[in-house]
């Protein structure tokens, strides 16, 4: 059961989005931003799951143009563009390159240190079970990123978050002895991350720090009500978060909770893709689909 996020990521569970042609005269897509990603999830809601699925999954064949109304994107925008086909791994190798290469020439290039840390964490989950030496190496480096960026900009909150991040999902793959000595310094990160924007990546701090109220022992602060408190307060501002229902759905499992369990898994299934989110969500889904067969298939 993952640490901090949902996990398995892996090429067999998604849509084989290498097996999608573009249309003949695609255009560009571009990130979407600021107010108009309401819209665009409502555009998306409306197409139906089939549709909206292989409209997120076909995100990696059209992000990652380098010029956008003519004029050509600096290394770190063009990353972005890549991030944001993540579904496929060869998007996120690209992202990467662009983003060494901006810290090669700049070291103190806070942009691009922080975003080196979040891909990094993205190619650890996606080979966590099938390599997990290869895995550690990108949490690894993830956090080699992340504590960069940290040192660079102290009170900025990407930083803190994905260095906390990454933290936590190398303990979990060294053990639970050394995740146990590793537990404070991600509190800390997630400490930071709430005090600086309690918003940020969807009130991320505040639910990283649920998570480890569920998966910490008593004697490390372990406290399976304040998750859930903590839980309950993200999902009053961001409802459709599938990482805060995951997670809910843990701890009412653990205290017996069964009903509400398996309606905060059932919902997960029903959720429109988010194009921000569209990697997660599959990989959430999924999931949300295991913990229904192993604990509801026999009506326990």
């Not at 930083?159 to 404070?184: C, F, M, P, S, T």
């Not at 109220?213 to 998750?227: C, E, I, L, T, V």
């Not at 995951?246 to 017996?256: I, M, T």
């Not at 919902?267 to 990989?283: K, R, T």
Request: charged share 25%; glycine share 8%; hydrophobic share 40%.
């Amino acid at each position: 059961m993952p640490f901090l996020q949902a996990r398995g990521l892996q090429s067999g569970q998604q849509v084989p989005i290498e097996r999608i042609k573009s249309p003949p005269g695609a255009r560009t897509l571009r990130p979407v931003v600021g107010d108009s990603r309401s819209e665009a999830r409502r555009f998306v809601c409306a197409l139906g799951p089939t549709l909206a699925a292989l409209l997120i999954c076909s995100l990696p064949l059209f992000a990652a143009s380098p010029e956008r109304t003519g004029v050509r994107l600096s290394r770190v925008a063009m990353a972005d563009d890549y991030y944001l086909g993540r579904a496929k791994l060869s998007n996120v190798d690209q992202s990467l390159q662009l983003l060494r290469q901006s810290v090669t020439e700049n070291s103190n290039d806070y942009e691009a240190w922080w975003r080196i840390s979040r891909s990094e964490n993205f190619l650890g989950r996606a080979h966590d079970d099938s390599d997990p030496q290869a895995a550690m190496q990108a949490f690894q480096a993830g956090i080699e990123a992340g504590q960069r960026a940290v040192r660079l900009q102290p009170n900025r909150v990407e930083g803190h978050l994905w260095l906390g991040v990454n933290y936590g999902l190398l303990a979990e793959e060294q053990g639970w002895i050394k995740g146990l000595r590793l537990l404070d310094t991600v509190r800390n990160e997630m400490e930071a991350v709430a005090r600086i924007n309690s918003d940020y990546e969807q009130a991320a701090g505040e639910r990283t720090l649920a998570r480890l109220y569920y998966r910490a022992p008593f004697f490390k602060g372990g406290d399976k009500q304040r998750s859930i408190q903590l839980l309950q307060d993200c999902l009053k501002r961001y409802p459709q978060d599938s990482f805060a229902l995951l997670y809910l759905a843990d701890d009412y499992l653990a205290l017996g909770r069964r009903d509400e369990a398996r309606a905060l898994l059932e919902q997960i299934l029903n959720l429109c893709p988010d194009p921000q989110y569209g990697p997660e969500l599959v990989a959430n889904q999924a999931e949300a689909h295991q913990r229904l067969q192993q604990e509801f298939r026999s009506g326990k």
